[in-house]
């Protein structure tokens, strides 16, 4: 059996306790290590912390072994029981989807066992999750890669009125291009996309665009450890949010579409100079 087991945003104590019995169950455990994070995943004794509450050793599964080396974890998981950890929600990433295709493929049984995630935890500043529209995900640009495809969904939310979740890029274990050429990997070292950068990205590809999906003025909603005890929500303009220090990752952005009096009323309380 395959259990994909969601731990939650803040730390390991988020895990359920249906998750952690099957933790507890499981005669090896992986923990995906690079769609997202912990919180104690920054640490150098995050694992540990994990380890401890479950008794056992735990894996990390960089995206090298989830994409390219799936085919052991998942023969372990016809002999015995697996665990294969996620942060947040298991179907948070397409990556544990096609997890579970392959598995079905080889006639493994697959349980999954969800809990909470970015998706519906945005939800605490106020903007109601039915009034979301596609997702979109910011890159770091590069000076000779600088992709623009999300403009066109936030446009298109924009005018039906939604507001637009942004998850912001993480690298983690990402080859170098000059190890690359060599044939030899090495990896830069990790980056986490903030909310200044991305606003940034943002209004630099409105100003190529020039098509008024948004502005420096559009209203945004900022968050930063989501689910963590230290969470930050700050709501105001793009330009007000540029001024933020949101700290240490991750972060994410929401830009707010058309909004109701009740939404209005909670995104008060975390607008700047508004109610807090």
């Not at 274990?173 to 050429?181: F, I």
């Not at 009096?261 to 700047?272: A, D, H, I, R, S």
Request: with cysteine.
């Amino acid at each position: 059996m395959l259990y994909i087991i969601g731990l939650g945003l803040g730390n390991e104590k988020d895990i359920t306790l249906r998750g952690l019995e099957a933790v507890k169950n499981c005669s090896k455990v992986y923990i995906e290590s690079y769609t997202s994070l912990l919180s104690f995943g920054l640490s150098s004794d995050g694992l540990s912390t994990l380890e401890k509450l479950y008794g056992k050793p735990v894996t990390l599964a960089d995206r090298e072994t989830v994409e390219e080396k799936a085919d052991a974890i998942l023969e372990e998981a016809q002999e015995s029981d697996v665990a294969f950890l996620v942060v947040g929600d298991p179907f948070g990433a397409t990556t544990h989807t096609d997890l579970v295709v392959r598995a079905k493929k080889l006639g493994v049984d697959v349980k999954v066992v969800h809990n909470a995630s970015v998706m519906n935890a945005v939800g605490v500043c106020g903007l109601q999750l039915y009034r979301y529209g596609e997702t979109v995900s910011i890159p770091f640009f590069t000076e000779t890669w600088r992709p623009s495809s999300f403009y066109e969904k936030i446009q298109r939310n924009r005018a039906l009125g939604l507001h637009t979740l942004c998850l912001l890029d993480i690298r983690v274990k990402e080859p170098t291009l000059e190890s690359l050429c060599r044939g030899r990997k090495e990896y830069e070292p990790p980056r986490y996309m903030t909310i200044g950068t991305a606003i940034e990205q943002l209004l630099e590809v409105e100003q190529m665009r020039g098509e008024s999906a948004y502005n420096e003025e559009t209203l945004c909603a900022g968050f930063a450890r989501l689910g963590s005890e230290d969470q930050m929500v700050v709501a105001g303009s793009m330009k007000q949010l540029l001024t933020v220090d949101f700290g240490a990752p991750l972060h994410c952005l929401v830009i707010v579409g058309e909004t109701h009096p009740v939404e209005e009323e909670m995104l008060g309380f975390y607008t700047l100079g508004g109610g807090n």
